[in-house]
C-alpha cells in the first residue's frame, strides 16, 4: 500500500480535493472548523502536504539538474550537497549529471535536462567551453552558474574570491621569506585557475619580482596532475629549484606532497607547498596543508536557491551570491 493520496484525505475528511487544496496552500474561504477537521485528518493519516499540493498545482514534481564534473573533488560533493540541501528544502527533486569534465558530456546532459523540461539547472562546468543546450536554457533563464563561468553565456553566478584568495596566499608565502616559487596551475580554459593564477601573479608583482619569471605548468585539478607537475619540479637542482609550489587545489597539492614524500624530501624544510579549496582531508594531512578556503557547501545552496527564485520554486533568493575566501596558515610553509 502507498504512502496517503489527497484523494485519501478527502474521502476521510468529507470534503472536496479544492477543499483540502485550498487548506494545505492556506488560500479559499474554509470555515475554520473545516480547516481544523482537515488538518486532523491530514495528521491521522500521516500525509504529506507539501509536495503533493505542489504536484497538484503544477501538474507534475518540481525538479533542478546539477551538473558537476565529479563527486572525487570533495569541493564539488560539498556544492552537490549545498544544492541538494536548497532543493529539498522546498520539495524540489535535484537531478544529478556528473560529466567526467568533458564538454561532449555537458552539452550531452544540458540537452537532455531541456528535452525533460527540468524548471532549471544550476551548472557547475568542469570543460570551460559553452554549448548550444546551456545557450538556449540559459536564454529560458533556467541556468545559474557556481564556481565556473562560462564565456558568452548570460547567465547568474555564484562565485567566490579566488584572486583576492589567491593573492593573499601568496603574500604569505612571500612575506616569510620565499624568491623562488613556482605554480601548479589548473586548466587555462577554466575561470576558477585563471582566476587563482593573477591572484598569484600579482602577489609576485607586488613583491617586487617579475611574475613572467615564475613557472606555472596547467594541470587538470587532480591529485595526478599534481603528482607529475611537483616531479618536474623536483627534478631540478636543489640550488635552483623553487623553496615553494602553490598548487590550483588541495588535490593538486596533495599529489605533489606524495612525490615529496617518495623522493624523501621533507615539507616544508625542503620545499613549501600550498592549495586551494580547503578540503576535509587538508588539515589532517602531515604537516597540515596551508590553503584557501572557500564554502562549497554555501555557494551550492545559494545557486539552488537562486535558480529556484528565478523559476518561480522559491519566493526568496539567497542573502549573497559572493562568498569570501580566507588563507589558512598551517605547517606546509617554512619561514625562510
Same mark, same amino acid.
Given at each position: 500500500?502507498?504512502?496517503?493520496?489527497? %484523494?485519501?484525505?478527502? =474521502?476521510?475528511?468529507?470534503?472536496?480535493?479544492?477543499?483540502?487544496?485550498?487548506?494545505?496552500? /492556506?488560500?479559499?474561504?474554509?470555515?475554520?472548523?473545516? %480547516? =481544523?477537521?482537515?488538518?486532523?485528518?491530514?495528521?491521522?493519516?500521516?500525509? &504529506?502536504?507539501?509536495?503533493?499540493? %505542489?504536484?497538484?498545482?503544477?501538474? $507534475?514534481?518540481?525538479?533542478?539538474?546539477?551538473?558537476?564534473?565529479?563527486?572525487?573533488?570533495? @569541493?564539488?560533493?560539498?556544492?552537490?550537497? *549545498?544544492?541538494?540541501?536548497?532543493?529539498?528544502?522546498?520539495?524540489?527533486?535535484?537531478?544529478?549529471?556528473?560529466?567526467?569534465? +568533458?564538454?561532449?558530456?555537458?552539452?550531452?546532459?544540458?540537452?537532455?535536462?531541456?528535452?525533460? =523540461?527540468?524548471?532549471?539547472?544550476?551548472?557547475?562546468?568542469?570543460?570551460? !567551453?559553452?554549448?548550444?543546450?546551456?545557450?538556449?536554457?540559459?536564454?529560458? /533563464?533556467?541556468?545559474?552558474?557556481?564556481? &565556473?563561468?562560462?564565456?558568452?553565456?548570460?547567465?547568474?553566478?555564484?562565485?567566490?574570491?579566488?584572486?583576492?584568495?589567491?593573492?593573499?596566499?601568496?603574500?604569505?608565502?612571500?612575506?616569510?621569506?620565499?624568491?623562488?616559487?613556482?605554480?601548479?596551475?589548473?586548466?587555462?580554459?577554466?575561470?576558477?585557475?585563471?582566476?587563482?593564477?593573477?591572484?598569484? $601573479?600579482?602577489?609576485?608583482?607586488?613583491? *617586487?619580482?617579475?611574475?613572467?619569471?615564475?613557472?606555472?605548468?596547467?594541470?587538470?585539478?587532480?591529485? %595526478?596532475?599534481?603528482?607529475?607537475?611537483? +616531479?618536474? @619540479?623536483?627534478?631540478?637542482?636543489?640550488?635552483?629549484?623553487?623553496?615553494?609550489?602553490?598548487?590550483?587545489?588541495?588535490? !593538486?597539492?596533495?599529489?605533489?606532497?606524495?612525490?615529496?614524500? &617518495?623522493?624523501?624530501?621533507?615539507?616544508?624544510?625542503?620545499?613549501?607547498?600550498?592549495? @586551494?579549496?580547503?578540503?576535509?582531508? +587538508?588539515?589532517?594531512?602531515?604537516?597540515?596543508?596551508?590553503?584557501?578556503?572557500?564554502?562549497?557547501?554555501?555557494?551550492?545552496?545559494?545557486?539552488?536557491?537562486?535558480?529556484?527564485?528565478?523559476?518561480?520554486?522559491?519566493?526568496?533568493?539567497?542573502?549573497?551570491?559572493?562568498?569570501?575566501?580566507?588563507?589558512?596558515?598551517?605547517?606546509?610553509?617554512?619561514?625562510?
Amino acid at each position: 500500500m502507498g504512502p496517503p493520496t489527497i %484523494r485519501d484525505v478527502a =474521502r476521510v475528511a468529507g470534503v472536496s480535493i479544492g477543499t483540502i487544496s485550498a487548506v494545505i496552500n /492556506g488560500s479559499g474561504a474554509v470555515a475554520p472548523d473545516t %480547516r =481544523r477537521h482537515v488538518l486532523s485528518c491530514i495528521a491521522e493519516l500521516g500525509f &504529506e502536504p507539501n509536495n503533493a499540493a %505542489r504536484t497538484l498545482k503544477r501538474g $507534475r514534481i518540481s525538479s533542478i539538474g546539477l551538473i558537476v564534473p565529479d563527486l572525487d573533488n570533495p @569541493f564539488f560533493a560539498a556544492v552537490a550537497e *549545498g544544492v541538494q540541501q536548497a532543493a529539498a528544502g522546498e520539495d524540489v527533486l535535484m537531478v544529478l549529471c556528473i560529466t567526467g569534465s +568533458s564538454a561532449e558530456r555537458e552539452d550531452y546532459y544540458a540537452q537532455i535536462l531541456r528535452s525533460k =523540461r527540468l524548471d532549471g539547472v544550476v551548472y557547475l562546468s568542469g570543460s570551460g !567551453m559553452p554549448s548550444a543546450s546551456l545557450l538556449q536554457l540559459a536564454r529560458r /533563464g533556467a541556468v545559474v552558474f557556481v564556481d &565556473e563561468r562560462l564565456p558568452g553565456v548570460d547567465a547568474p553566478f555564484v562565485t567566490a574570491q579566488n584572486l583576492a584568495g589567491a593573492r593573499t596566499l601568496a603574500k604569505s608565502v612571500l612575506a616569510v621569506g620565499h624568491r623562488r616559487l613556482a605554480i601548479a596551475g589548473g586548466p587555462p580554459r577554466l575561470w576558477t585557475s585563471e582566476q587563482r593564477l593573477a591572484g598569484y $601573479r600579482e602577489a609576485i608583482a607586488s613583491a *617586487g619580482l617579475d611574475p613572467d619569471a615564475v613557472e606555472c605548468v596547467a594541470g587538470d585539478y587532480s591529485e %595526478r596532475s599534481g603528482y607529475e607537475i611537483a +616531479s618536474r @619540479f623536483l627534478a631540478l637542482d636543489p640550488a635552483t629549484r623553487p623553496t615553494a609550489l602553490l598548487c590550483a587545489n588541495d588535490l !593538486m597539492a596533495m599529489g605533489a606532497i606524495r612525490r615529496c614524500r &617518495e623522493l624523501k624530501l621533507r615539507i616544508p624544510a625542503d620545499i613549501s607547498i600550498t592549495g @586551494f579549496d580547503d578540503i576535509p582531508s +587538508s588539515e589532517f594531512l602531515d604537516p597540515p596543508l596551508t590553503t584557501v578556503t572557500q564554502p562549497g557547501r554555501q555557494m551550492g545552496e545559494a545557486a539552488a536557491q537562486l535558480l529556484m527564485q528565478a523559476v518561480g520554486l522559491a519566493k526568496a533568493g539567497p542573502a549573497q551570491i559572493e562568498f569570501a575566501t580566507a588563507v589558512n596558515l598551517r605547517g606546509s610553509v617554512a619561514n625562510i
